[in-house]
């Protein structure tokens, strides 16, 4: 069983991250959001700059883009959708930030079935036939390096709370990331 997430311990996410969220978009004017919203440094405020900032100086890799996941009956209601077994098709790894999100919902990860084809179980929005081979929970200490090259999802407690993440997206794999400087990680 391969492990799928890791934390950045060099840096920190501050405990007043959710009114960080809040007021950004308290004062994000017309932006809209949608369930997948990529923005750039001028958009996502001085606070989540910085943070962007230390977790590119830290790794010493430039993210592919910058996004927020947003799934909030307020904002962008299709949580359901994270329930579906997926590999993410534009990226291999992301760093996620959770800024709002049920603690008790687990990212979990999947082992490929040889001779099944999951894009056909993603169509048809089927359960995928095996257990999960990992379940584990970003970090709310430290930004959380995820391995979205692998079947995964989200196991979903209510479809209500909000889940909202920040997330840096890279082309380059997950072991190739924590190989590059492994001391900075801590594997979960």
């Known amino acids: 069983m ?6 950045l311990i060099p840096v920190k ?9 809040d007021t950004w978009l308290d004062n994000k004017g017309s932006f809209s959001l949608d369930w997948r919203t990529f923005v750039d ?14 977790i590119v100086k830290t790794i010493n890799i430039e993210p592919k ?7 909030d009956p307020s904002l962008y209601d299709q949580k359901e959708y994270l329930k579906i077994v997926h590999r993410d098709v534009d990226r291999l790894s992301c760093i996620t930030i959770p800024l709002k999100f049920h603690v008790m919902e687990p990212i979990m990860f999947y082992e490929d079935i ?18 999960p081979s990992q379940i584990a929970n970003y970090s709310q200490n430290h930004p959380t390096l995820v391995n979205v090259n692998r079947l995964h999802n989200v196991r979903l ?3 209500t709370s909000p889940r909202i993440l920040l997330q840096l997206s890279f082309d380059e794999a997950f072991d190739e990331i924590i ?9 979960i």
């Open 157 to 159: 407690l209510d479809l």
């Open 114 to 131: 040889p001779g099944l084809g999951y894009e056909q179980i993603k169509k048809e929005k089927r359960i995928w036939p095996e257990k």
């Open 179 to 187: 190989h590059k400087n492994p001391d900075i990680w801590r594997i």
């Open 65 to 71: 883009n910058i996004l927020f996941q947003v799934f």
């Open 13 to 21: 996410i501050d405990t007043n991250i959710q009114t960080e969220w």
């Open 2 to 7: 391969s492990k799928n997430l890791a934390e």
């Open 41 to 54: 440094d001028k958009v996502i405020g001085p606070y989540f700059k910085s943070l962007v900032d230390d």
